[in-house]
Structures are given as C-alpha cells and as structure tokens.
C-alpha cells in the first residue's frame, strides 16, 4: 500500500545536531530572538534556518549533473519501456537514499506513432521533412529519423486539400478568415503553436470543415527573433518541431475513465465513446512551413496574422497542396508513478505532496528530467540530514508522476483514487515541472495566492547562481527587464507591465502536475520553472547535450530550484502554525469581481450581489489580518503548548471553503470556485459568457455564501488562538 511508512529508520534520534540546534537558539542575542520566520516560534525558526542551511551545504552540483545524465540517456515517453525504466531507476535511488518508495500502476489510454508523412502535391511535387537536422557535436541527434514529429491524440488517417493558413486556429481567426470569401471546407490548416490551446485548434478546425492540420512554431512567438538558435544559443532552430497533444476534452487524466480512477477492474468506457480528434495532425518545422508559406496566393493576412518569417503571410487558399497521412497506434498502457511517503513526527495525518514529473517526449533534459534530477538530489539530501536526527514535523509524499505531457495522467489518477484522503490531509501541492530551461529568463512561479507570500520569504533565503543575488531579488529584476517581452506562459491575470514591480509576480492559477490538485480539490498548489521561454521545448534538441553547452553548465541552477522546491516544502511541513495567507488571497478575490464587473458592464450587464459580496472580501480581509496578528502573538510569546493538531487542521481546511463538491455546470471535476475552465471565478464568468441570466443570479448566491462562509472560518480560528 502507497500509505505505509517508507522511511527505513521510524525512530528519531537525538542526536548532536538537534542539539546544536537548541544551543543555537539560547546562544542568539534577545535582539535577534525577535526575527521570526512566519508560522514558526523563535526555537522552530532557528531550528528551520539550521536545518535549510545544512540542506544548503548538502545538495551538490555534480549529483544533479550525473542524474540528469542518467535519466536523459534514453527516450523516456509515458507508455514505453523507457518510462517503466526510467521510473524503475527514480525508485532505485530512493532506495539507495534510505526510503521505501513504491510504483503506482494506472491504465490510460495512450497514444504512440507508427509513421507520419507530408507530401506537397501542388503546384510542385516534394517531400515535406517531419524529422529534425542532425547537429554536429550533438551525439543525441545523431538518430533523428527515428523520432518523427508528431502530435499526441491525432487519429490514424489521410487528407488531402488545399492549404490555408490559419494563423493560431481561434474561432475568431477562422470566422475572420472566412469574412474574407474563403470557403474552409476541406482544407488543409496550416496553424501556428501558442495563442489558442492545441486541442482547442483542432477541436475549432473539426467545427469550421478541414480535413487536416499542420502544427508550427513561428519565430515571432519562439525562434531567433529573440537571440541566437540552438546549438549558438537558447533558441528554436529552423528544424526543430515541437511536440504537443492535442487532446480536447474538458477533463484530464486517463481519457476512458472520466472523473474516477482507472484502477484495476474500474469501469472504462470505449475510445468511440469520447470526442477525440477526428482529423489528422502533423507538426512541422518552421523552414518546412515556410516553404509552404512562399507556396501560398489569395489575401495577404491581416497584420495581427503575419509571422516573423522573411514573407508576406497570404492567407490562401492554395495553390499550395498538400497531402498528410498518419498512422497512429492509440490504445491502452501502463502509466508509473514513482510514491515515496516520509511519516511528519509531529502531524503524520497533514500532507505536503512535493512533485515532478518523470515522462518526456523524447530525452526531455528540460522538461522535465531537470525537475526530476532536483527532486531526486532534495531527497538525497533530505535522507543525509534526517541520519543526523532531523525529521519533518508533517508527511512529506515525492511523488514523480508518468504520462504528464500527454493527458496530466498520472498525477490526476492520482488524485482521483485518493481524493476523500486528500481533502482531509493535504495541506499543499507543491509541484515543479521542470527546473531550468533558461537563466537568461527570470523563473516562473504559478501558485495559489495563499501560497505566493510564502514563495516570495523563501527566495530571500537562497542565492543566484550568476546574479550573486537572493533569488527574490533576481527573479523580480528579471521580470521587471522582460516585464514588456511576451511569454509563451503570459503573466497571469492581473499583471500590469506598465508598472514596475517591488516584488517578484506570481501567477494565480497553477498548472502542469499541480493542476489537478488545484481544480479538482481546491488545494493550495503550485508550479515553477526557471526560465520559461526558450526554443528547445519538446524537440530532439532538447537533451543534455543542450542542457551542458547552453543552459546549465555548472548544474547550480539544478540546485536552486531543488531549494526552492525544498524550502517552501520544508516551511509548510515544519510551522508551528499552518502559513497559508489568507488576507493575501482576499485581495486577488477582489481584482477578480472587479475584473469581472468591468466586463459584465461591457456587456450591459450588472453583476448580481455584487456590493454585498466586496462587503463580504472586505470582512475576509479584516478577519485574515486579525488571524495573522493572533498567529503572531501565540508565536511571539512561545505558547506553542496550546498548539494542537487540529488547530492546525482547521487553519489549512479553511481553503475548503471554496471547493465545490458536485462541480460548475457541465464540469464536474471543475470544484475549485477561485479558479477553472472558465477562468478566475469560473461560475460567475462562465454564467455570463454564455449570457445566462438565471444562473450568473444562482452563482451570485453560491459565491456569496461561500465569502460568507470564509469570514465565519477565519472569525472562528482567531478567537481560538486569541484563547491560547
């Protein structure tokens, strides 16, 4: 069973080093006793800061260089055997570290190719390259006809049509394009990455009549429009292809088990019972498309449709023809989470899941095997310091989860099969999908808001590698100097790139492996990365060849991220008092009714209760701030003996006051009220949308109730801790 103890030694030992600790707090001057990490006592903070500085010490450049160098060995995507033994050897060093970690086995329905192919028909004929160029030096492509590109969930079939180019494939693309006399029906769309999500693309082609898509990254959104290209540089060469999958639907995980786990005799439904893709779908390079692109007459595109390819941008139809055909082999695999469980001494039944994933497209030195070599170097460390005698106060769940690039699968079969648990014990998610993909980029965290404050206290407290800054002051430099560039990943709702920040921005709405925590249960979660925009993402190139010559030479930014990651765990599992903020969380409620407002009255429309309910966020917020005064009181005073576990319980229970039980309308696993589908109050939003009048009324109701029920909480716990 996964919740067995997984630690070899239960006991904790006293040993020199906690006393050391205890030393160190009564030999610290008064005037510095008063220095508090948040939700933690001068004695716990004291033991914390020794603790995270002897972690600090601990991880090593050179174990994250050799992990990395073993996981990137060989192709390693979800359902082959390269995954089951990449998962296998996630577990043999756990093992080698200390812990007992065990293989979650789930079933999903997986797709892999046979072969894909394009041949321009007209109005000349040739051969359209669907592998990558070899790059002298690069031991890893030295096979490239062996990993086409592809597209996860294109059915096997062929088309054969006329090409049109249909810049990001948004309905509002397509009907404007239409508007211009030209008939789609049959079509070949020739489409480009980012924009619009890939199943939404095809799902919007499907609608509109082609008969088949091709897929390309432009340099206007990823190439040498931002420096130099791969193997000189950090970007997309004219060859590469990315990788992507295109499944549609309105939830994640295994496609044949929507909402349940797909466990051992669970129910499944049948492949021709979804709504998967039902047009062929190939990627390309951006040399090949604009090869296609010089090949195109008709209406020249609209200016916010052009590329930065050297070419006017026409929109078609023809005379370039084309003809793809895939062969897809689409069924049922194995996919392998990697469990390891670390019983908390203190509070065994609260939970801090730390995650990455493990699958990759092809050797994924980025995404994700960076993450994985620093998940995988924090255990190590966390096993060397716990000989010492250290222990955390809360379980700690590793948990290397397979299939993420395809469907979320593992992480939301997951949460799916544990969820009653999960919405009892788990305090927080805290996921990291890769480490680094660029130092030159500033690193991208998307959490929670009751998580931000915390992300932000914990980068004062680790260092930059190339800066020499802490990471709070280099990650908020970073922003502000490409705070006008765009990113692949945006910057979140409420950015204003106009104003420069004194603080790192955090994003408000996770995804990636901390998504299914979020949406599905309304936990506090979060994902991170350093440096998100680069050109290497899901291509051949991206392997540790790249990782060594371009990104990460010394592996130091491996061991950042690893701290991070770490330390914001670390602080979760060890408060004396949960540290969720919840007076931060009532602020962003309040831009997103505003936000809402604005657009409702757009619209002609008055958001219903719209008064009472930034009455009810004001309350929120007085309560919240009068509950983090009364926090510090009991820590300040060192009336930790009043502290029980299930003052702890209600304090990261309060986040269920959001969570939705039977889900929105249509989604059933949407139960997060902050954020889903549809956006930041995805209720409200998705009422009015839709221009539904009797239920933006019923959602009114709902989130008004639910702000009411958040004051009484948070009134509940400060008069609690007001009586320690």
């Keep these: 069973m996964w919740n067995q103890t997984w630690l070899s030694s239960g006991k904790r030992r ?47 450049p050179e174990n994250a260089e050799k992990l990395l160098q073993v996981l990137t060995s060989r192709p390693h995507r979800t359902g082959t055997e390269g ?14 570290y200390g812990f007992h970690p065990e293989i979650d086995t789930y079933q999903a329905y997986l797709p892999a190719p046979v072969s894909v192919s394009i ?54 693309d397509l009907k404007r394009i239409q508007s211009m006399g030209i008939d789609l029906k049959g079509k070949i769309f020739l489409m480009r990455y980012f924009g619009t999500g890939e199943g939404t693309k095809v799902r919007n082609a499907e609608r509109y009549g082609a008969a088949g898509v091709v897929l390309y990254s432009d340099p206007k959104e990823d190439g040498y429009r931002y ?46 019972e979804i709504d998967l893709p039902k047009i062929p779908v190939v990627p390309i390079s951006y040399r090949s498309a604009e090869r296609i692109l010089n090949l195109l007459a008709g209406s020249t595109a609209p200016h916010p449709m ?18 793809i055909k895939t062969e897809m082999d689409n069924r049922d695999r194995p ?120 992300f932000r206290e914990v980068a004062w407290n680790i260092q930059d590698p190339k800066s020499g800054k802490s990471m709070f002051e280099a990650w908020r430099d970073l922003q502000n100097k490409y705070r006008n560039t765009p990113s692949v990943d945006g910057w979140g709702e409420f950015f204003n790139p106009d104003r420069e920040l004194k603080e790192p921005w955090i994003f408000e709405s996770p995804s990636d492996d901390a998504a299914p925590f979020f949406t599905q249960l309304a936990l506090p979660a979060s994902d991170m990365y350093y440096g998100a925009d680069y050109g290497m993402y899901h291509s051949i190139y991206e392997n540790f060849h790249w990782m060594k010559t371009v990104v990460d030479p010394t592996f130091e930014y491996h061991i950042a991220m690893a701290l991070m990651q770490g330390f914001v765990s670390l602080r979760l599992a060890n408060s004396d008092l949960i540290q969720l903020d ?29 008064q009472q309910a930034m009455s009810q966020i004001d309350l929120w917020e007085k309560e919240a701030q009068a509950l983090d005064r009364a926090k510090s009181q009991v820590l300040q005073n060192g009336k930790t003996d009043g502290i029980t576990a299930e003052l702890n319980r209600k304090l990261y229970l309060a986040a269920r006051d959001f969570y939705l039980a039977g889900g929105q309308s249509g989604l ?27 239920n933006l009324e019923r959602q009114a109701i709902l989130y008004l109730n639910a702000l009411k029920k958040r004051v009484n909480t948070l009134r509940s716990l400060r008069a609690h801790l007001e009586s320690l």
């Design 119 to 172: 041949e321009l028909l007209a109005p000349v004929q040739e051969s359209i390259s669907t592998t990558e160029d070899p790059i002298e030096g690069d031991p890893f492509t030295e096979h490239v006809a062996e990993h086409p590109g592809w597209n996860g969930y294109s059915p096997s079939g062929e088309a054969t049509g006329e090409v049109v180019y249909a810049h990001h494939g948004s309905d509002d």
């Design 582 to 610: 919840y007076a931060g969380e009532a602020n962003y409620w309040r831009l997103a009714y505003r936000a809402l407002a604005e657009t409702a009255m757009s619209k002609g429309v008055k958001l219903p209760l719209l």
């Design 227 to 272: 420096g130099d290209v791969y193997p000189k540089g950090n970007w997309r060469p004219a060859g590469s292809i990315m990788r992507r999958s295109i499944i549609p639907l309105w939830y994640d995980g295994d496609p044949l088990s929507p909402g349940w786990a797909s466990v051992e005799g669970a129910k499944r439904l049948k492949p021709e």
């Design 83 to 96: 995954a089951r033994l990449t998962a296998e050897y996630i577990k043999e060093k756990l093992i080698e």
């Design 335 to 454: 996919i392998f989470n990697v469990m390891c469980r670390i019983d908390g001494e203190k509070y065994r039944d609260q939970w801090i899941i730390v995650g990455n994933h493990h699958d990759a497209w092809i050797f994924g030195a980025g995404d994700p095997s960076s993450g994985t070599a620093s998940l995988l170097e924090f255990a190590r460390g966390l096993s060397e310091l716990m000989r010492r005698g250290y222990r955390p106060k809360r379980t700690l769940i590793l948990a290397f989860w397979d299939a993420e690039e395809m469907l979320l699968g593992g992480s939301t079969e997951w949460v799916e099969h544990h969820k009653d648990e999960l919405l009892e014990k788990a305090v927080a998610c805290i996921n990291m999908d890769s480490s680094v993909f660029n130092t030159d980029r500033p690193l991208s965290v998307s959490a929670h808001p009751l998580l931000h404050r915390l």
């Design 668 to 694: 059933p696993t949407d139960r997060n009220l902050w954020s889903g589908s549809d956006g930041l109050l995805p209720g409200l939003t998705g009422a009015l949308v839709k221009g539904d009048a009797k």
């Design 14 to 60: 006293v040993s020199y080093f906690a006393i050391g600790c205890l030393l160190f707090v009564a030999a610290i001057p008064a005037s510095e006793q008063t220095v508090l990490l948040n939700g933690f006592s001068a004695a716990s903070s004291a033991w914390e800061l020794d603790f995270e500085k002897g972690l600090t010490e601990t991880l090593k």
């Design 306 to 323: 052009q590329g930065d390819l050297p070419l006017p941008y026409k929109v078609g139809p023809g005379p370039a023809k084309l003809k």
